[in-house]
């Protein structure tokens, strides 16, 4: 049948028939959730908290500097004192747990260019050093001096310095987190009432590192230590830890 003869009520019908599938496809296909709230303002602060104790053992770093002709004879005359100074050490009380060696160096030593001398500098070897270090733990502090004293007589001729910290920090650092976020709060709290607003819940809380790069979180001071002698003042001191971090406050509008 031409086209031009196609009855009118077909063409109603079969547009109906399109627009009625179209409809049923666009209801079929997903909408968008509806827009949200506005998201709440917020507020930033930081907060630090910081604790003080005394410290409970100390570190020292002993060690033996020997020089000789050879490396044998120079590893043996080093070996001799700090088998001395350990067993100084064990008639002391300190367990073998608290005593590690640190650093154990043998080098080869030249000979020097002599000064004004046009001769050339050929360099060859005329002795051998060896440098033997331990790590001693201490804890009583108020051994500190004999303990020095005795090793000292044995032979150690090296003393490097002296480490006072607290052997386990963690209630202490977790105070000077809960002084940290007090602090926080209270800063937010006096900023979100001058501002005219309700402070809301912490959105993100962010704890910075205030450790010292070589250890922790651990109490730690250093004093390097000349040679003892008997009854040689050692004040521990105190220690401080401190905790420092960073907070988003949401604040509430009031109605």
């Given at each position: 049948m031409p086209w031009g003869t196609?009855?009118?009520?077909?063409?109603?019908?079969?547009?109906?028939?399109?627009?009625?599938?179209?409809?049923?496809?666009?209801?079929?296909?997903?909408?968008?959730?509806?827009?949200?709230?506005?998201?709440r303002p917020t507020i930033s602060v930081s907060g630090h908290g910081e604790i003080s104790t005394r410290p409970d053992i100390v570190e020292i770093t002993l060690g033996v500097h020997t020089r000789a002709d050879t490396a044998l004879v120079a590893a043996r005359q080093n070996g001799e004192v700090m088998n001395r100074i350990l067993s100084v050490c064990k008639e002391r009380g300190i367990a073998e747990k608290d005593v590690q060696t640190a650093r154990l160096n043998v080098s080869p030593q030249y000979n020097q260019p002599?000064?004004?001398?046009?001769?050339?500098?050929?360099?060859?070897?005329?002795g051998y050093t060896v440098d033997n270090q331990v790590?001693?733990?201490?804890?009583?502090?108020?051994?500190?001096?004999?303990?020095?004293?005795?090793?000292?007589n044995a032979g150690a001729n090296q003393v490097s310095g002296i480490a006072f910290r607290?052997?386990?920090?963690?209630?202490?650092?977790?105070?000077?987190?809960?002084?940290?976020m007090a602090d926080a709060k209270r800063k937010a709290t006096i900023l979100a009432g001058e501002a005219g607003v309700i402070l809301g819940h912490p959105r993100s809380i962010v704890e910075h590192d205030?450790?010292?790069?070589m250890g922790?979180?651990?109490?730690?001071?250093?004093?390097?230590?000349?040679?003892?002698?008997?009854?040689?003042?050692?004040?521990?001191?105190?220690?401080?830890?401190s905790?420092?971090?960073?907070?988003?406050?949401?604040?509430?509008i009031p109605k």
């Open positions: 196609v009855p009118l009520a077909l063409l109603v019908s079969l547009c109906a028939f399109l627009a009625t599938g179209a409809a049923q496809v666009e209801d079929s296909m997903p909408k968008p959730p509806p827009p949200g709230p506005p998201p002599t000064p004004g001398s046009n001769a050339e500098y050929i360099p060859r070897v005329v790590r001693v733990i201490l804890r009583k502090l108020d051994s500190i001096a004999e303990v020095l004293d005795a090793v000292m607290v052997e386990q920090p963690e209630k202490l650092s977790d105070e000077a987190r809960k002084r940290a205030d450790r010292p790069i922790g979180p651990m109490f730690r001071t250093n004093a390097m230590m000349a040679a003892p002698a008997p009854a040689l003042p050692v004040a521990p001191g105190e220690e401080k830890l905790v420092s971090v960073s907070v988003v406050y949401e604040l509430v």
